[in-house]
């Protein structure tokens, strides 16, 4: 499943900062506006499973929007982009048919996640989905070992994230621990995993993007972490 997302945004350079984040983790913007009177026209025309919605916009404002043009029966989930965070104006749009209420300037960290949560969807399935994508074969102990990997980065603090992955020292113990297997088990099967991978679609995908050697396994959860967790 790819979750479609529809976005109302005034200004168009977060607009596209947050089409560039999201598509990062294969989730589809399949429209953009940037007024309400565009919006309107958007919503009606374009199907999608969220509407990231902007409450300051020129022509109609986002909750005029909630309140006279979005049907009460619409199938999509709505997340609501405010910079100001009074309680009246959250009540009002909650009220009004909103799911959620993300303050700006946006906190990038844990957006994907949030918006995940919100549609109800696993993010442990899409990550799994997107190693796949990349070749890798669920049914090897190491494609399971990285996904293990990406979930203890995925809780770091962005400064954390940031310093270099200390393999052995740091996340090795942990999924060896988690799965009751030695250390170096981790290592020799993440790097079966990567091996495979790369024979299958890794190698086409990573050298479009100018890297032509086979990662080692630091280099492949960085590569992971900057594309779909930054």
């Keep these: 499943m790819v979750l479609k997302v529809a976005i109302v945004e005034d200004s168009r350079e977060l607009a596209v900062t947050i089409k560039a984040h999201l598509e990062k983790h294969n989730i589809q913007v399949v429209a953009m506006s940037h007024n309400g009177k565009d919006a309107l026209n958007m919503i009606q025309t374009y199907e ?16 005029t929007l909630l309140k006279d043009f979005i049907p009460n029966n619409h199938q999509y989930k709505i997340i609501c982009l405010s910079a100001f965070g009074k309680d009246s104006v959250l009540s009002e749009a909650l009220d009004s048919g909103a799911d959620y209420f993300i303050l700006k300037p946006i906190n990038f960290d844990n957006f994907v996640s949030r918006i995940y949560q919100i549609c109800n969807i696993d993010e442990h399935a899409m990550t799994q989905n997107k190693l796949e994508q990349l070749g890798f074969n669920m049914k090897h102990k190491g494609t ?8 203890i980065l995925s809780i770091r603090s962005e400064q954390t994230r940031q310093m270099k992955v200390q393999l052995t020292i740091d996340l090795y113990p942990k999924i060896a621990e ?10 020799r099967s993440i790097r079966h995993a990567i091996e495979k991978a790369w024979e299958s679609k890794l190698q086409q995908i990573m050298q479009k993007r100018g890297i032509v050697n086979r990662p080692t396994s630091g280099e492949l959860l960085d590569f992971l972490m900057e594309d779909y967790h930054d």
């Design 48 to 63: 999608f499973d969220l509407l990231l919605l902007d409450l300051i916009l020129p022509h109609i404002d986002g909750i």
């Design 144 to 151: 399971r070992y990285i996904l293990d990997a990406l979930e």
């Design 178 to 187: 988690k799965n009751n297997v030695k250390n170096a088990n981790v290592e």
